[in-house]
């Protein structure tokens, strides 16, 4: 099948029949904001992470605050799963450890009929719809169909930046993971996700890992990947600043992009795969500005 | 909801009514068949390959072949893409690359009431079925579900080992990737896969990005990660061969595993998740032995 611009375009409009009535903003690139980006200086590479204070405001806040303090410099990856996370945080128990306050989970919000987001998918395995909103993968279940409210949360995709937690609900405080694997969907949803890297991720995924199979030596603690200076952009040095602009998730362009992505017109699909999207397999682009 | 072993024992049993009749090793190790293991020593690293020939005989053969010969020692990692492959290959179009004949695609083969595997999720997004076979994930759709007929190919989940290709279906001849990010699904049964890292994928990991995003320098070429020596197990001095096991996939063990994963019975869970597997989600273990 050919995929003509006019049935794009045909489709693109069917897509933003119940999601994209609010979005404005068209342009194909988006700039971060500088006060919620992060420079995540590693020993082998330099990490840059947008921040996402509109979905989840209190973990931001609290992340902001430790970085600006310094709390996170020379903390260690010390769980570290290949195909899985990449974790860091104090000693466990430590006195900098138990100074931080707990937070309570941010996740699972509802959403009227003013919301709306850029739809990619349906029925997938753990929701109803999904999307991106801001750049973000979302999740989104409608709970009233007339009255047009829902729940939307944040998903697990590679890349994203989440607040580990112990059993309880609200138990999140300092520790820290990136997604370095297929996604653990079954972690939405009970899991404060605040962030995601836009720059850098071949550096997260060359983090040591600390889990040895069984039959191995265990892995060397003093081989655990440091973190060498964690900072809010804004902080930086301007010459030292990195600054990135990222896929406009809300704009036309995007979506003909994963219009074309998902029917495949390649000549290279000589067989053509089932017309879905995964929300994690979908790249979003970012770019260097000066 | 809390799962008793009782309760696993039957949703076991009705996992393997159409699918384990003839699994007959329930061992919860399987040993790997060195003379279809592949040691891949990077400069950072060494990862061991467990190759597919019961799949994909003649990419298999091929592939022996070639590594046989030396043919891809120095070869470096040209095409590398986070979150995405890492492919490897000699230069397109070079002498080298020529002398390789072409392969017909190995993928999407019969199967009758005798074939069996351990079904793990029903209804993802690219198939009716999916599971795993001699610890290799697969897809299956029944063609006939009386005469009990079907078709099967193996997926694409992260740190499988697949052909590249021309646009042209039967055009693979030397150069592979490994998938380093989210299974890209899309590509399954047009893309021949042959083999899956069981030891070392961080070290794939962490193989040299060649794409630079818009606005920064190119990846100088002389950067690339190359390989420095590809052997079959069987051809490693003794002294350096490495012993790998894999969870035998078709174990009472096993399937007792992935259940306990879909319904998630620890406390950490304080909402459950939807009882889905995602059958590249699915940690398969390792261990090595002497």
Redesign the interface.
């Known amino acids: 099948m050919k995929v003509s611009i006019a049935l794009i375009g045909v489709l693109v409009s069917l897509l933003c029949v119940t999601s994209c009535s609010a979005e404005k903003n068209n342009k194909e690139w988006r700039v971060l904001d500088s006060s919620n980006t992060i420079l995540l200086t590693l020993p082998h590479g330099k990490v840059v992470i947008e921040l996402a204070p509109q979905f989840s405001p209190k973990h931001v806040a609290q992340f902001k605050q430790l970085v600006k303090q310094g709390f996170y410099d020379g903390v260690t990856f010390n769980r570290v799963i ?3 996370v990449a974790q860091a945080g104090p000693k466990e128990d430590s006195e900098k450890d138990k100074s931080v306050p707990l937070l309570a989970m941010e996740s699972n919000w509802s959403t009227d009929s003013t919301w709306s987001f850029t739809k990619v998918q349906e029925n ?3 929701a109803a719809q999904t999307g991106f909103k801001e750049s973000f993968a979302v999740a989104y279940e409608p709970t009233n169909v007339q009255e047009g409210t829902g729940k939307a949360w944040l998903t697990h ?3 994203v930046l989440a607040m580990a937690r112990q ?3 609200d138990s999140a405080s300092s520790h820290f993971y990136f997604v ?11 899991m404060t996700i605040f962030g995601r890297v836009v ?1 850098g ?2 550096h997260i ?2 983090i ?2 600390t889990e040895a ?4 030596y265990a892995v060397d603690s003093r081989d655990y990947t440091a973190i060498v200076k964690m900072e809010i952009m804004t902080d930086v040095p301007k010459a030292q600043q990195i600054h990135i602009e990222v896929e406009n998730t809300a704009s036309s362009d995007f979506l003909e992009r994963i219009e074309k992505r998902r029917h ?1 017109t390649h ?5 053509k ?2 017309p ?1 999207l ?1 929300v ?2 979908i ?1 979003l ?5 000066k």
Not at 285 to 289: D, N
């Open positions: 290949d195909g899985f997938d395995f753990y995709c590679p890349g059993n309880e609900a370095i694997g297929q996604a653990p969907r079954y972690l939405d949803g009970i720059y991720m071949q995924q060359a040591q890992r199979i069984e039959g191995e495949r000549e290279f699909f000589y067989q795969p089932p879905v995964d994690c397999q790249p682009r970012s770019r260097l500005v």
